[in-house]
């Protein structure tokens, strides 16, 4: 039996799949020119691939964030009884 903190693995599983799909919509979605393009077209053209290039990254990490916490998951034990704490009384002065 494997050891597994389901709150993680869950969290884990569904950053995974969400960047896995927004990567895959967007390789999909890229912005292509024509030939004989005006000045202005060119540089709506370059914007449109850099506002692209920044949601393909941002995908990109939302999917390695939710691998690791995948893999962290199976690391991860959670403590039987939660957390005890200590009080310390303060010396009495007579």
Request: glycine share 10%; net charge positive; no cysteine.
């Amino acid at each position: 039996m494997v050891l597994v903190d389901k709150k993680i693995l869950s969290g884990g599983l569904a950053m995974l799949i969400v960047g896995i799909v927004l990567i895959s919509y967007l390789n999909s979605t890229v912005p292509i020119g024509q030939a004989g393009m005006t000045e202005e077209q060119a540089f709506d053209l370059m914007n449109k691939e850099r506002v692209h290039k920044e949601y393909s990254t941002l995908a990109a990490m939302l999917a390695g964030v939710g691998f690791l916490l995948v893999l962290i998951s199976f690391g991860a034990r959670r403590k039987k009884g939660g957390a005890k704490t200590l009080e310390k009384k303060p010396p009495e002065v007579s």
